[in-house]
């Protein structure tokens, strides 16, 4: 037995000693034009072009494309061109509007072309319920009951999102904060979420995703969740208590889970380290050719829970 481990701990050290320490060069950088553009129909057309920046930069500032020729076509239908109003902002005074498809040409003043194209979803039929206060939670906050309808996953994706607007204890000011949202439901995706250990459901911030692959394979898709703060506090005149959905494209869907990835895998968090021991830099998805970034839409539903007058 002695000879054995001997032998084992000989080879072990004689494998030690074939390793070599060798440096990699990353490839070399590569300044590429980067595209930002949400659409929404509350809000007009506005694109944000800049230059991408290396890794190893310290200053991080966005460097903006100035006097880019955009445009976007509604349906097939292009629209007036979008006018510089900010360094690197191209804004146009035009809503666009659910269930058409928007396409986006950007030329840069170097003749580089970016191309994008996507379809704004319609928002889906909701019920939605605040029950009374439920023991079983946090705070004995209320349930909230959401009912919606069933979207195709390769047309739109739904999301949540809880805000709570209460007067702040320091500036005596209203505030607008985002609340956690705890559930059991197995029509949210676990992927941004963990386990509380008070009452054993799965806490998302901040925002739960709805299943897609789960859902279109019911008639009405009900989730009961609630949130953290104590709902009951909200006695002052100007409290509000809202859910939001947001209902989004494949490429906003992709874009949105993939930037909540990257920033649950960031290396620092305040200048120490994160409590993810594996955490690596994580690509955000994009969908625009010629260059990086995001041309993609959404809706959004507001359904105010309470509020105080």
Not at 39 to 57: C, E, G, R
Not at 177 to 206: A, H
Request: glycine share 6%; with cysteine.
């Amino acid at each position: 037995m002695r000879f054995k481990l001997f032998l084992v701990c000989l080879i072990s050290l004689g494998l030690w000693g074939c390793t070599k320490t060798i440096t990699l060069t990353p490839p070399a950088f590569v300044r590429e034009p980067v595209v930002a553009a949400l659409l929404s129909p509350d809000s007009t057309l506005q694109v944000t072009l800049t230059y991408s920046y290396p890794t190893t930069a310290t200053d991080v500032t966005p460097t903006p494309i100035r006097n880019a020729q955009v445009f976007i076509a509604d349906n097939g239908q292009r629209l007036a061109p979008l006018a510089e109003q900010q360094p690197g902002v191209y804004r146009l005074n035009y809503h666009p509007q659910p269930g058409h498809v928007y396409a986006l040409t950007a030329i840069t003043p170097e003749g580089k072309t970016l191309t994008a194209q996507d379809r704004m979803p319609v928002a889906s039929v909701l019920s939605v319920t605040l029950t009374g206060p439920n023991a079983g939670n946090v705070n004995n906050n209320p349930d909230i009951i959401l009912q919606t309808q069933p979207l195709p996953a390769n047309e739109a994706v739904q999301w949540l999102s809880v805000y709570m607007r209460t007067e702040s204890f320091s500036t005596r000011q209203l505030t607008t904060t985002i609340e956690g949202i705890q559930s059991n439901s197995l029509l949210l995706d676990e992927f941004n979420s963990n386990l509380s250990g008070f009452n054993y459901k799965r806490s998302y911030w901040p925002y739960a995703r709805i299943t897609p692959i789960v859902a279109d394979n019911l008639t009405h898709p009900t989730i009961t969740f609630n949130t953290g703060n104590q709902v009951a506090n909200l006695k002052k005149p100007g409290d509000r208590y809202q859910l939001t959905i947001w209902t989004g494209s494949p490429a906003f869907d992709r874009y949105l889970r993939s930037v909540i990835t990257a920033y649950q895998n960031r290396l620092s968090d305040g200048g120490g380290i994160g409590d993810n021991p594996f955490a690596q830099p994580s690509p955000v998805a994009g969908n625009v050719s010629g260059g990086q970034g995001v041309f993609a839409a959404y809706v959004t539903q507001v359904v105010v829970l309470k509020e105080v007058n």
